[in-house]
């Protein structure tokens, strides 16, 4: 599917900005470039080379100042002729810069096509396109470095490298089938589909950290009313997003906000405090909270350190059993870090619930002590065991599930060999073994799943 005719689409983000960015991709982008733009020194295009010059209409009239550049195909992010235009960035101008280039015969481009073009001409693969969203949509700086990683093609490299392992022996198996009765030479490809399999059971290991890191996690913020759970919040945000008073029940419903907390972002829920209340809108509240826990991947048990155990502590403390929970306990200000004061806090809690907490972390939201190991500590309760963040981890939920067949029917056709299986259903399990790699390179996939992928990104991308 490849396309012949030209598109064009704003790139920046709409609203008001300092620039705003038309872009032209086809056969004719230069010609629609010629017609619209008119530099202020006459000459030749060169590539390259920005010009200084004037949008106009039709009937010649400027539409703006602007600055242009022509990309010669396929040294372009799309492999074809391509022409971005610079303009102020309103939105009406922007607006009116995209219409003259359609009037002139571009047509407007749909979400994602221009990446696509770049996978259909073969400047990147499918998995470089998918890294291109990735890289828009990241949250984290640990995010956006795995989504450069897979721009820059460690992924593809890796699957490619492991597609040949699997080949040898696909190619090994098809000959003793269609030349039965002449003589082939042995060969071995049980050491290629060891290493095939071992090298696409690590990818699909890695995908447990990889996708946290690409897609998040939630986590609920639960305690007593006043037990600083807003101002909690707040700190962890670096930022007053909730309203924080000395009078309990100012949360009367949830907030959630998104963090980075050891390079995961994180949606903290900040949940009105759970006590037994006539108040038909804070118990509306409390529901929510309730809600809340349930969905979170993680729980914050906020206590307010301070103070001795209170009865509503028992239902609150209920609500973490079932889930991952961090016995955080707030306003260590107060006490002047009182060790022995926040062992005897620890044991009462764990009492009450039964067990140990994941973990405990002291902190002070007013001081901001103890902010960044309970970061930390979120980050290892989500991700499991540490594990360093190099850029070699598979992000996408898509590429670990098609992965994960992969490794299965490696490992369905290292078993056939190793029992004695004929050659003819070993190649079956090699031949989809060597297409579900495809899905993620974009080798083996079709026209439908192109769409569906492509059109998740943003119109100009």
Request: hydrophobic share 45%.
């Amino acid at each position: 599917m490849l396309y012949d005719d030209t598109i064009a689409a704003i790139a920046t983000p709409p609203g008001e900005g300092g620039i705003g960015i038309v872009r032209i991709s086809g056969r004719d982008a230069l010609k629609i470039l010629e017609r619209i733009f008119v530099p202020v020194r006459p000459g030749r295009w060169k590539p390259y080379q920005m010009r200084y010059g004037r949008v106009v209409d039709q009937n010649g009239a400027v539409v703006d100042e602007a600055l242009a550049v022509f990309m010669r195909g396929p040294r372009s992010f799309t492999a074809e002729d391509t022409a971005e235009i610079s303009v102020h960035g309103g939105p009406l101008v922007v607006e009116r810069v995209l219409q003259q280039a359609l009037a002139a015969g571009a047509r407007a481009a749909a979400p994602g096509e221009f990446t696509m073009r770049a996978f259909l001409n073969g400047r990147i693969d499918l998995a470089q396109a998918e890294a291109t969203l990735d890289i828009i949509t990241a949250r984290t700086t640990t995010a956006l470095a795995l989504a450069e990683a897979q721009l820059g093609g460690w992924l593809s490299q890796e699957l490619h490298r492991i597609r040949d392992l699997l080949m040898d022996p696909l190619a090994y198996c098809t000959a003793l089938v269609d030349f039965p009765e002449d003589e082939v030479d042995p060969q071995d490809i049980e050491t290629p589909l060891t290493a095939a399999v071992q090298a696409l059971d690590a990818l699909v290991a890695s995908a447990q950290h990889g996708i946290i890191y690409r897609q998040g996690a939630r986590a609920a913020l639960i305690g007593r009313p006043n037990a600083g759970k807003s101002s909690l919040l707040n700190a962890l945000l670096r930022v007053d997003r909730a309203i924080v008073t000395p009078i309990p029940g100012t949360t009367r419903d949830t907030l959630e906000e998104t963090a980075s907390l050891g390079g995961v972002p994180v949606v903290l829920t900040d949940t009105a405090g759970i006590v037994e209340s006539d108040d038909p809108v804070e118990r509306l509240g409390v529901a929510r909270s309730r809600q809340a826990v349930r969905l979170a991947d993680l729980a914050l048990l906020v206590v307010d350190v301070s103070l001795p155990v209170a009865d509503d502590d028992r239902e609150i403390v209920a609500l973490t059993e079932e889930k991952r929970t961090i016995l955080t306990l707030n306003k260590i200000d107060l006490i002047d870090a009182d060790r022995s004061l926040i062992a005897a806090r620890q044991r009462e809690y764990e009492q009450i619930r039964g067990k140990a907490f994941d973990a405990m972390v002291t902190v002070s939201a007013l001081t901001g002590q103890g902010l960044d190991e309970l970061g930390a500590t979120v980050a290892r309760l989500l991700l499991g065991a540490p594990i360093a963040a190099d850029g070699r981890l598979v992000t996408n939920a898509r590429h670990r599930d098609a992965l994960a067949r992969a490794a299965d029917h490696a490992r369905d056709a290292l078993t056939g060999f190793q029992q004695g299986v004929s050659p003819d259903l070993l190649a079956v399990d090699l031949t989809a073994a060597i297409n579900a790699i495809g899905e993620v390179t974009g080798e083996s996939v079709g026209e439908d799943l192109l769409h569906a992928i492509f059109s998740r990104f943003c119109i100009g991308k």
